[in-house]
Nanobody
Framework: QVQLVESGGGLVQPGGSLRLSCAAS????????MGWYRQAPGKERELVAE???????NYADSVKGRFTISRDNAKNTVYLQMNSLKPEDTAVYYC?????????WGQGTQVTVSS
């Protein structure tokens, strides 16, 4: 059974930083691409960043230069380091992966950027 468990969200002031973590189980982690998505109230879920098994990385234009995705295959964990946070980054952040062509999602972690 695939499980993705996110942690690290919270309330932060504009300009601040947070690091999200996603611990995965039920997959051969080192072989899986992993992604971070977010969904703000009233908006569709959108891709924030993704990292392939080989380490190739893709970012949404809105977070380039501010967010960094990384993975630790020994810990079956993917991270999202978020710097220079803006109010428009406020959303629920989800970890995502695929297994046998099925998409799996974590429960989400709330990130709120506000003064």
């Amino acid at each position: 059974q695939v499980q993705l468990v996110e942690s690290g969200g919270g309330l932060v002031q504009p300009g601040g930083s947070l690091r999200l973590s996603c611990a995965a189980s039920g997959i051969i982690f080192r072989l899986n691409a992993m992604g971070w998505y977010r969904q703000a109230p009233g908006k569709e879920r959108e891709l924030v960043a993704e990292i392939t098994s080989g380490g190739s990385i893709n970012y949404a234009d809105s977070v380039k230069g501010r967010f960094t995705i990384s993975r630790d295959n020994a810990k079956n964990t993917v991270y999202l380091q978020m710097n220079s946070l803006k109010p428009e980054d406020t959303a629920v952040y989800y970890c995502q992966t695929n297994r046998y062509s099925m998409a799996y999602w974590g429960q989400g972690t709330q990130v709120t950027v506000s003064s």
